[in-house]
């Protein structure tokens, strides 16, 4: 037995939860990845899977292997990686999680750039606003913006950005525009099913002080281009990024209501799996990134550094 493709084939089972997924992943067939994972487990005398028809799942045993097993398999990778030269690093698949947001022409055109400055690299992006298991689905960083309450994941804070109320002027034209945060109640809202939910927004004042104003939702849709987009229609009023609204303030497509006042601040992070070692090429992207955005003034004040 190959030790070394037997934790490869565990491994890999364990994390994608099944043998024909690990499979597909290796190139290798199904029936070789499942007789590795059994000639690893006759060698160790225990049972480390349980097999099931819908998912693999772990013995206690398996439990206590595959923590040390994934562990062994990530410190060679590191060591491969130590000894590779910068534009060999730079180069191979990177997978990245972002938000819906990243659809907007003004980040796609960021993941344009970078695919263009470094041509080597096999860019992998999948967009979702869920917060998806950086380390299961095999993701090298996940661009999220809110914030971030698991403690098990490596987070970094690229900045806040300003968030702020949106509407159309033929809106406005039509049940007037809001001169105080009293007069929101007359209106209609397109909001984030949570914050509908929550039956008010909390609106921070000029002086800094937060206030909860209760309002009447009247669609709510869980992506902030397609609240935006309703705004645009002029179905009522929204919150949103400032930064990627001011296109439409451009254009006249939507007005800012109550500019003295904000939504808070939308706190945008880098999160990466719980690794020791973090590749350059994903190093260079949140660096990238962080740089573009602050280019791009997108970002309240200037982001906080933290260690990675």
């Known amino acids: 037995m190959d030790k070394l493709s037997a934790l490869t084939s565990f491994v890999h089972a364990v994390q994608l939860g099944s043998f024909s997924a690990a499979a597909s992943r290796l190139g290798v067939s199904q029936p070789a990845v499942s007789q590795q994972v059994r000639s690893l487990e006759d060698k160790l005398g225990t049972r480390l899977i349980n097999r099931t028809t819908r998912r693999l799942s772990l013995t206690d045993a398996g439990e206590r292997y595959f923590a040390y097993a994934s562990d062994i398999l990530e410190k060679l990778s590191e060591a491969d990686r130590s ?182 601040v939308h706190p945008v992070h880098a999160v990466y799996p719980s690794y020791r070692f973090i590749p350059m090429k994903v190093r260079q992207f949140v660096s990238d990134l962080q740089a573009y955005m602050a280019d791009q003034v997108a970002f309240v004040q200037t982001a906080a550094v933290a260690a990675e």
């Open 83 to 264: 000894v590779q030269s910068a534009e060999a690093q730079m180069s191979g698949r990177l997978t990245v999680s972002l938000p819906y947001a990243f659809t907007e022409p003004v980040l796609a055109d960021f993941l344009t750039q970078f695919k263009a400055t470094y041509p080597a690299i096999f860019f992998d992006v999948q967009l979702s606003d869920a917060m998806v298991d950086v380390q299961k689905d095999q993701i090298d960083v996940a661009i999220r913006m809110g914030h971030i309450l698991d403690d098990r994941l490596i987070v970094k804070k690229l900045g806040d950005m300003q968030r702020c109320l949106i509407a159309s002027p033929a809106y406005l034209d039509k049940t007037g525009r809001p001169q105080t945060i009293e007069d929101l109640k007359n209106h209609d809202f397109l909001l984030y099913p949570h914050i509908a939910d929550a039956g008010y927004i909390e609106l921070i004042s000029p002086f800094g002080k937060p206030t909860k104003v209760p309002v009447s939702p009247t669609m709510v849709i869980n992506n902030s281009a397609a609240l935006r987009r309703a705004a645009v229609a002029g179905l009522g009023i929204s919150t949103a990024v400032t930064w990627l609204s001011e296109p439409h303030f451009n254009t006249g497509e939507l007005e800012l209501i109550l500019a003295d006042w904000s939504f808070g």
